[in-house]
């Protein structure tokens, strides 16, 4: 009797293709090619509405990770991808292959890889799983980047119960090649070798692909065999070899075997090449003996699949084994667009192209209720104790010092690091150029719950502030959309709004997506996360226009860039201090950004005139200079209004504090005023190693450090 993968609905389909009943193998491997995570089914038709292109945009979306023109005949290429489920499932593997699979993404392409970034998302510190998650997850990031021998210089990770039994891993790689070096998953000659290369095929991961595009249930977190097995030094092998023979022009096409393993990447070459692909399963490299179904469809780790001519094969062989690396020939492409598969001298599967093209569906959406009891006011008492109020909320997880995370990364292996994960977007050098790339990633997930159009636009706002903060001109971002159940009209319209607050931001910055992926179904036991559009974005600039994020020196004059709004909605603030998730989400301000990149262009960029610079953003701002506080204290004096505690808590947005010398404090007004900017002389900085704001805060920065480093002392000590 012939086991059903697909739902009624597309097995109808598929037979109505066929014009007859699948095998249990074709009707395998359509599922797993059908799969959301393979197919983008759900999303497909929404994606579509994103801007993609700009002057600096090589290419878009649709290969294995976006390209952009950095100069100098070079490019970054860049993408972030989601392993959240296999890192439920099994931390440490699910995080480490997340991270080895989005560096195959890149190197494929003829990149090597320089930056790593992750965005980490769990429940509550006091979850009874959360610390061996959290563990495991981190270990896994830190061993697998490690031993590659790529820095992870930047990332994010936050806590909410939303994510206890569904934890978010989002792993992002960049890379550099030259823009005449770059190589596309494609099969294009007829009578091309099809060449397997990497490690031996086993069974784990066997439908990955399907695990990744459902919803957790008892039995399906229980499913540990789903879960790929990482090796990063044979990933650094594979790294080294695949260069080698795109430095030499040996091959047409290159593709990682990620999910769906053998069955996606072998499908997608011979798709975007209009040509067929016919294999051999007896000559793929084992580990163990396998059904052919699951050659197909193993998602073992650190493996490609290469097309090149027969006349280059032995040299591609010969430099794959001088790498200790497994290499076969393992079939031809051919004219017909249809894929072959043999085994034993027998054909077991024959597939049209036509035929695998999964369904698209415009799914149902309508306004989540709960968003009709969001109080628009948030009136909250005075606190009694500011200093006390401030201590708190630095020691919860949130807004918590993150170092015992990313001390476990390397974050200056390849000597490129110019500003590492101390401060809110990173920086690497490009040696070959001495071009400085920065990269950010941020989300506030609260934001995207309370309004997805909103906060999904302060999500490319934040990492748009990041990055003029830190000296750099934001170029484009890619994406990681992190939801629910799509079949769910509620959590649809989430997603749809998520997308069309991405696209206004960017439209309206010129930072077009290259690149990205969705996962959806994050979904246990019928309780949704968040939605979580997780964004990273990406800009140029040169090492000399690298800023701090903290104090540089005593006795400079600290300015606020742009006026605080005044709400407690969706802050920190009302979340930790009152356990409340509510309010009206702080406004995006598009235009005071674009206000902000003009006035650091000269401000900074011209004369040179910013000595640190912050975004305020989680927090407020009382928690920016907080963090600003890290060997030299300030003393501020701030005309603020009667509601004092909302001035210093409100998570205002297109607001940047920066640090200048006194004597630049007119010239530095000036170029504001010219800007569109209103500026406000705060304060001072002070040998005095205290935080003093008014008469209402006065804490010295070993308190602040001790505060901060309270949460994730005795989990990941």
């Known amino acids: 009797m012939t086991k059903h993968y697909l739902d009624d609905e597309e097995l109808a389909l598929l037979e109505s293709r066929l014009k007859r009943k699948p095998s249990e193998f074709e009707e395998a491997i359509i599922f797993s090619l059908w799969s959301e995570h393979c197919s983008y089914k759900s999303s497909k038709i929404h994606l579509k509405k994103l801007p993609t292109k700009s002057e600096r945009v090589v290419i878009g979306p649709g290969e294995n990770a976006g390209v952009i023109d950095i100069g100098d005949n070079f490019v970054a290429i860049f993408k972030m991808e989601s392993h959240n489920h296999p890192s439920y499932i099994d931390p440490y593997n699910g995080a480490a292959t997340g991270v080895g699979g989005i560096l195959r993404d890149v190197f494929t392409m003829g990149a090597r890889p320089v930056l790593n970034m992750d965005a980490l998302f769990f429940g509550l510190l006091d979850h009874p799983k959360t610390p061996y998650l959290l563990d495991g997850v981190v270990r896994g990031v830190g061993d697998y980047g490690n031993c590659v021998g790529v820095p992870t210089a930047s990332g994010q990770t936050l806590f909410l119960d939303c994510y206890n039994n569904n934890i978010l891993v989002n792993a992002f790689t960049l890379g550099i090649a030259k823009k005449d070096k770059i190589f596309l998953g494609i099969a294009k000659t007829i009578g091309a070798d099809v060449i397997y290369v990497g490690s031996k095929t086993g069974r784990d991961g066997i439908h990955g692909a399907t695990m990744a595009s459902s919803s957790f249930d008892e039995e399906s977190i229980k499913n540990r065999p789903t879960v790929q097995i990482g090796d990063p030094f044979t990933e650094k092998l594979l790294i080294e070899a695949c ?96 894929v072959i598969l043999r085994f034993k001298n027998q054909i077991i599967g024959e597939f049209d192209l036509d035929i695998i093209e999964s369904p698209m569906y415009e799914r149902k959406y309508s306004k989540p209720r709960y968003l009709d009891n969001i109080n628009t006011q948030i009136n909250l008492p005075e606190p009694h104790n500011y200093n006390k109020v401030l201590l708190d909320l630095l020691s919860k997880p949130n807004l918590a010092d993150k170092s015992s995370i990313f001390e476990q990364y390397d974050s200056t292996v390849q000597t490129n690091t110019l500003k590492g994960p101390e401060g809110d977007a990173c920086a690497i050098i490009v040696k070959q150029t001495n071009t400085a790339i920065f990269a950010s990633v941020c989300v506030n997930p609260i934001y995207c719950y309370l309004d997805p159009f909103v906060g999904s636009q302060l999500a490319v706002l934040e990492n748009y502030r990041n990055i003029i903060a830190s000296g750099g001109d934001p170029v484009a971002i890619t994406d990681c959309l992190n939801f629910g159940n799509p079949q769910n009209p509620e959590i649809m319209w989430q997603f749809v709004k998520s997308i069309e607050g991405i696209k206004y931001a960017c439209e309206s910055l010129n930072t077009p997506v290259v690149s990205g992926n969705v996962s959806l179904y994050n979904e246990t036991i019928t309780e949704n996360i968040f939605p979580t559009p997780t964004i990273a974005m990406v800009g140029i600039g040169k090492q000399e226009d690298v800023l701090k994020s903290q104090f540089q020196f005593a006795n400079n004059t600290i300015v606020l860039l742009n006026d605080i709004e005044l709400n407690l909605g969706a802050s920190q603030y009302l979340y930790y201090m009152y356990n409340k998730i509510d309010g009206m989400v702080p406004k995006a301000k598009i235009k005071q950004h674009l206000a902000l990149k003009n006035f650091f262009d000269i401000a900074h960029k011209q004369h040179r005139l910013i000595v640190s610079a912050k975004d305020i953003s989680m927090g407020g701002i009382s928690a920016c200079l907080a963090f600003m506080c890290n060997n030299i204290g300030c003393e501020l004096k701030i005309n603020m209004p009667l509601l004092k505690y909302e001035f210093l808590f409100s998570e205002s947005q297109a607001n940047i504090i920066i640090e200048i010398k006194n004597q630049d404090f007119d010239m530095v007004e000036s170029i504001a005023y010219e800007s569109g900017i209103n500026v406000y002389r705060l304060g001072f900085t002070t040998d005095e190693k205290r935080l003093k704001i008014n008469d209402l805060i006065d804490v010295s920065i070993d308190d602040i450090k001790d505060a901060k480093s309270k949460a994730f002392k005795k989990i990941l000590s």
């Open 243 to 338: 260069l080698e023979v795109m430095d030499k022009n040996l091959i047409e096409g290159i593709q990682d075997m990620g999910a769906a393993g053998l069955t996606s990447s072998a499908f997608e070459m011979a798709q975007k090449g209009g040509v067929g692909v016919e294999l051999r399963l007896d000559n793929v490299p084992l580990r163990e003996s396998l059904t052919p179904l699951e050659i197909m469809l193993s998602e073992s780790q650190e493996r490609m699949l290469i097309i090149a001519p027969p006349k280059n094969s032995q040299e591609i062989l010969s430099i794959f084994k001088k790498w200790s690396l497994d290499a076969n020939i393992i079939g031809k492409v051919i004219k017909e667009q249809k």
